[in-house]
T-cell receptor
Framework: SAVISQKPSRDICQRGTSLTIQCQVD?????MFWYRQQPGQSLTLIAT?????????ESGFVIDKFPISRPNLTFSTLTVSNMSPEDSSIYLC????????????FGQGTRLTVV | KQEVTQIPAALSVPEGENLVLNCSFT??????LQWFRQDPGKGLTSLLL?????REQTSGRLNASLDKSSGRSTLYIAASQPGDSATYLC???????????FGGGTRLMVKP
């Protein structure tokens, strides 16, 4: 299994500012994933972050808005830039652990409110 | 493109009832399927994982089944309790192991 620590757990931010979310894993993992969950909705993948390379963004998400860092195999950050109220969501990081099965584990989430 | 649908979207039951949550997916070429629990405003907790070659998995009062050929999975909760109140999400992992597609979730309320 994997234990993921995500910070902050929640924040209220002013529009136009940026917030960086941190994700720390207790073991080395190849890929880390960042998801957005808008109010009342399911999870949407923002990007996949591999150590030592640029993140791969899904359709509708761009690096200028959601820059991602992956400096090593246990840590990643997601920045939500130039925020607007539409960015109010829960942001979650995730990893997949390849043992006998391939199982996904999630952080506790960051509940972001933009005012 | 894989699409995952969960029915019902919301469910309210009295304590003690057995219940079934449904999940369907359009592309049967999956590596595995996971059921998660999400409490309001929180992250996801993995409940059960079923490999594509398996038919079911059990953990305590939870039993998940998988019919890969028909693109369906069910999560059975026995003797429901108020503490089971949460949103339940199913997700399928593609064969490449790099894309997890989620359903919309079932919001469960178990009344005392």
């Amino acid at each position: 299994s994997a234990v993921i620590s995500q910070k902050p757990s929640r924040d209220i931010c002013q529009r136009g500012t940026s917030l960086t979310i941190q994700c720390q894993v207790d073991s080395q993992v190849t890929m880390m994933f960042w998801y957005r969950q808008q109010p009342g909705q399911s999870l949407t993948l923002i990007a996949t972050a591999n150590q030592g390379s640029e993140a791969t963004y899904e359709s509708g998400f761009v690096i200028d808005k959601f820059p991602i860092s992956r400096p090593n195999l246990t840590f990643s950050t997601l920045t939500v830039s130039n925020m607007s109220p539409e960015d109010s969501s829960i942001y979650l990081c995730s990893v997949e652990v390849f043992t006998r099965n391939t199982e996904a584990f999630f952080g506790q989430g960051t509940r972001l409110t933009v005012v | 493109k894989q699409e995952v649908t969960q029915i019902p979207a919301a469910l309210s039951v009295p304590e003690g009832e057995n219940l079934v949550l449904n999940c369907s997916f359009t592309d049967s070429a999956i590596y595995n399927l996971q059921w998660f629990r999400q409490d309001p405003g929180k992250g996801l907790t993995s409940l059960l994982l079923i490999q594509s070659s398996q038919r079911e998995q059990t953990s305590g009062r939870l039993n998940a089944s998988l019919d890969k050929s028909s693109g369906r999975s069910t999560l059975y909760i026995a003797a429901s309790q108020p503490g089971d109140s949460a949103t339940y999400l199913c997700a399928v992992l593609n064969n490449a192991g790099n894309m997890l597609t989620f359903g919309g979730g079932t919001r469960l309320m178990v009344k005392p």
